[in-house]
């Protein structure tokens, strides 16, 4: 499995920005999606965004969706989420992950999946919204 390593967080004001990152070590040619999850303290780790390796297509949870922009660059093998006009609420500790076989981009976004079912996990990156 290639293994992610998230970058970009840090702290910000409500109404700010960050861009997060998420380089693969290795080609990324073999995969077929990446997926961006946040865990806040105390609750589910939860995806929040998708985006196909193949063809571009992306999928946003509905809370981020207009907010959140998630981008690839193959030729770097990286993965990129643009977070605009943060609040408190998208505190949480972000992180990027894919798996070598299939998985559904619309599921990950709207229904809880088992992080067990991806193969390779970044170590995750925090993001923090506060004044």
């Known amino acids: 499995q290639v293994q992610l390593a998230e970058s970009g967080g840090g702290l910000v004001q409500p109404g700010g920005s960050l861009r997060l990152s998420c380089a693969a070590s290795?080609?990324?040619?073999?995969?077929?999606?990446i997926a961006w999850f946040r865990q806040a303290p105390g609750k589910e780790r939860e995806g929040i965004s998708c985006i196909s390796l193949t063809d571009g297509t992306t999928h946003y949870r509905d809370s981020v969706k207009g907010r959140f922009t998630i981008s690839r660059d193959n030729a770097k093998n990286t993965v990129y989420l643009q977070m605009n006009s943060l609040n408190t609420e998208d505190t949480a500790v972000y992180y990027c992950?894919?798996?070598?076989?299939?998985?559904?981009?619309?599921?990950?976004?709207?229904?809880?999946?088992?992080?067990?079912?991806?193969?390779?996990w970044g170590q995750g990156t925090q993001v923090t919204v506060s004044s």
């Open positions: 290795g080609s990324t040619s073999d995969y077929y999606a």
């Open positions: 992950a894919t798996d070598s076989s299939p998985f559904p981009c619309i599921v990950v976004v709207s229904q809880h999946v088992d992080r067990r079912a991806f193969g390779s």
